[in-house]
């Protein structure tokens, strides 16, 4: 083919992706399309980089503190309360070796209904970028167990003896203090936090007791006692550092999104204002004991409220921030709390005991042997002895029946009392929405109990599963369950266990699915003693959250420097999202512009398989402004045929109805040729 007879398709936007004059047209526009495409794919892999980059300075890079904000005005109380820490920390500082300079200590005395125990956890010093929480984990002895020591009563036993209190403490504050180098103890803070049993005395006798546990431990311990260090904490208090506990484990409030299932929550701003904002998604927590149940998550969505009619629904709302910086959005947390008295495992057995033996049907039985109450919770054959009644000992007789032993247990979730905000669960106690697509839930205690101990089918939660098994072991005669356990075939469970697995795995059920209204087909939940081998105490979200502020002195000491690249991590995560919606544009852009090419190409190649005519075009086809001058075509168009050269302001092929100003194929003469017509060259 001669150059005299080459045609060329020219590109009004870039010569250079024109086709050279031997160049076939398909490979012309081949080539146009790899070059396109491979200059998108560069654009889209910047685009890549610069995300990534952004992501590195996510994670890394500090946020800055406005110059013209003293933390003082901001945090008042607060920094002072910081401030003291630091002095404290300095003095010690001055005299302790390298290796202890590096750790602070906290302990954490809860003082609970039937003991007290004391808990001591340390954490290195704080790094001075506020987006990170100080990292807190339990003091370990040299044998590697936590230190960990429980006493016996109750501090509430000592309501008529104040007095007495601090003594009773003396040998959980020694054992603290022997583990806790010396010279750090006039920095280590004390926190003696009282729950279940303290609640129950009468707000005179808790202060008393709380005022001589002020008084007298400064004088034999040089440990940080602030004014509200020792209180008598709210069930609500309680189920919100339990929660914080379960996902600082989990890593749930680090900044890095990767490998984390996100979700998008809504935050109130400085201004009052509610911001969408999206960060990593934390987990629920649902634990269920002896005498209660307590449900604590986060709540994405902001809700509002009536103040005079719903303040009951509103009270089990709580809104903290787990930073040390009051706009800090990463770490404002809304949480829903509810405490249900009387839904334990034990204290629902009870009720239900009181409801058969109060049934119309069984009054005259269950007072001795030889009459006892037919029980569908109990496995088949068992004759139960209950103490329910002080005065007097009753009888069950188990049935082995579990959906009988549901159907049963249902009137005692309450799920009809009358409802002071939708939805409710039981009890008529408000619930706010649980996002079941997009939400993980933890149980624990009973929840661990009833799947580990006997059907050791413990972690992941199936209800079609939990279910079967639950029908099988109830419908299973007590001999045979007392013979396998004397097998040590349930080396996990005692003997009051596996006679109540029945009753307990039938009450954890309902409550999970009729009463928190949890989908049967959730896939969610988890039971779990332990996260990560760790025992998870509320101890530590209890510590994590008084602890707060502590980050401030370090951060009033970063340098010029590091104040320089927190700007930067200020901008990189104000337009976080919008380097991601520019990844996903760019990817677009490259998608729609390879099909457009695809599709020239195949609407090419269906015209270049037609038969073209061996004669010339009619003259009538031709315009004068063209050049008459032959190009021969190459064997893929159907043999040696001619077309009329083309002006070289062409722009691409286009079909038969070309707009007007551009090219336009006709087919031809009776032959079937095929030719270019111009129809508005200048």
């Known amino acids: 083919m001669t150059d005299s007879s080459s045609s060329r398709i020219t590109c009004s936007w870039c010569r250079y992706l024109t086709s050279t004059p031997s160049t076939p047209v398909t490979v012309t526009l081949s080539l146009k399309c790899v070059i396109i495409v491979v200059i998108l794919l560069v654009l889209y892999t910047i685009a890549l980089i610069m995300f990534l980059e952004l992501r590195h300075s996510n994670i890394y890079h500090t946020p800055s503190i406005h110059k013209h904000q003293k933390l003082d005005s901001i945090y008042p109380s607060l920094v002072s309360a910081a401030s003291s820490y630091g002095s404290f920390q300095q003095n010690a500082d001055d005299h302790g070796s390298s290796s202890t300079q590096r750790y602070h200590y906290g302990i954490v005395i809860d003082c609970g209904s039937s003991g007290s125990r004391v808990y001591v956890y340390q954490w290195p010093t704080h790094s001075g970028n506020p987006n990170e929480l100080l990292y807190i984990t339990q003091l370990r002895e040299t044998s590697g167990e936590p230190v960990v020591k429980k006493i016996t009563p109750g501090l509430s036993t000592f309501a008529s003896n104040p007095s007495a209190a601090s003594k009773y403490l003396h040998p959980l504050l020694s054992y603290a203090a022997k583990n ?47 004014k509200n260090n020792f209180e008598v904490i709210t069930g609500k208090q309680e189920g919100v550092y339990g929660w914080i506990a379960v996902n600082y484990i989990l890593n749930k409030f680090a900044h890095g999104i990767e490998d984390h299932p996100l979700v998008v929550v809504d935050v109130s701003s400085q201004t009052g204002s509610v911001t969408p904002h999206i960060r990593r998604r934390t987990v629920g927590v649902i634990d269920m004991g002896g005498g209660s149940m307590q449900i604590a998550f986060e709540v994405t ?54 409801m058969l033996l109060n049934d119309g049907t069984n009054s005259s039985q269950g007072f001795d042997k030889l009459s006892p109450v037919p029980d569908p919770c109990l496995p088949l054959g068992l004759l139960y002895t209950s103490a329910t009644n002080t005065q007097q000992k009753t009888f069950f007789i188990g049935l082995g029946d579990y959906a009988l032993c549901r159907r049963n247990l249902f009137p005692l979730l309450n799920v009809t009392v009358p409802c002071q905000k939708k939805p409710c669960s039981m009890n008529g106690i408000y619930q706010s929405d649980i996002n079941f697509h997009n939400s993980e839930f933890y149980g624990f205690s009973e929840f661990w109990y009833s799947m580990e101990d006997v059907y050791r089918i413990g972690g992941h939660y199936n209800a079609d599963i939990f279910d079967k098994i639950s029908i099988k072991h109830c419908s299973t005669r007590w001999a045979k369950l007392e013979e396998w356990f004397l097998k040590k075939l349930y080396p996990k469970s005692d003997i009051l266990r596996l006679k109540l697995q029945c009753f307990k795995a039938a009450w954890m059920s309902l409550v999970l699915h009729d009463g928190l209204k949890f989908p049967r087909t959730y896939r969610h939940f988890y039971s779990t003693q332990k996260i990560d081998g760790k025992d998870v105490q509320w101890t530590l979200g209890a510590l994590i959250h008084r602890t707060r502020y502590l980050p401030l002195r370090e951060i009033e000491q970063m340098s010029p420097h590091q104040k320089g690249h927190a700007s930067n991590w200020n901008f990189n995560h104000s337009y976080h999202f919008y380097y991601e919606y520019l990844i996903v544009l760019c990817f677009l852009i490259v998608a729609m512009a390879v099909i457009f090419y695809l599709r020239q190409l195949r609407h090419l190649r269906s015209l270049s398989s037609m038969p073209l005519s061996p004669q010339p075009p009619p003259s009538s086809l031709h315009d004068s ?18 077309l009329n050269r083309v002006s070289s302001s062409s722009y691409f092929m286009l079909d038969e109805s070309s707009p007007s100003g551009g090219k336009s194929l ?17």
Not at 627 to 640: D, V, Y
């Open 180 to 226: 806790i180098p010396e010279v750090k103890h006039s920095e280590t803070l004390l926190y003696i936090l009282a729950t279940a049993g303290m609640r129950v005395l009468p707000a005179s006798a808790q202060a008393s007791i709380l005022e001589e546990l002020q008084t007298s431990i400064p004088k034999y311990f040089k440990f940080v006692v602030a």
């Open 301 to 354: 969505k902001s809700v509002k409220f009536d103040f005079t009619k719903e303040d009951l629904a509103k009270d089990l709302m709580a809104e903290f921030n787990l930073g040390c910086r009051s706009f800090d959005l990463d770490h404002n947390y809304q949480l829903y709390v509810s405490t249900f008295l009387g839904f334990g495992a034990n204290s629902a057995r009870r009720r239900y005991e009181e």
């Open 625 to 642: 402004s063209l050049s008459s001058t032959p190009i021969a075509l190459s064997a893929g168009f159907g043999g040696s045929t001619t």
């Open 666 to 682: 006709s087919k031809g003469d009776s032959t079937g040729g095929i030719y270019f017509k111009s129809s508005d060259y200048s």
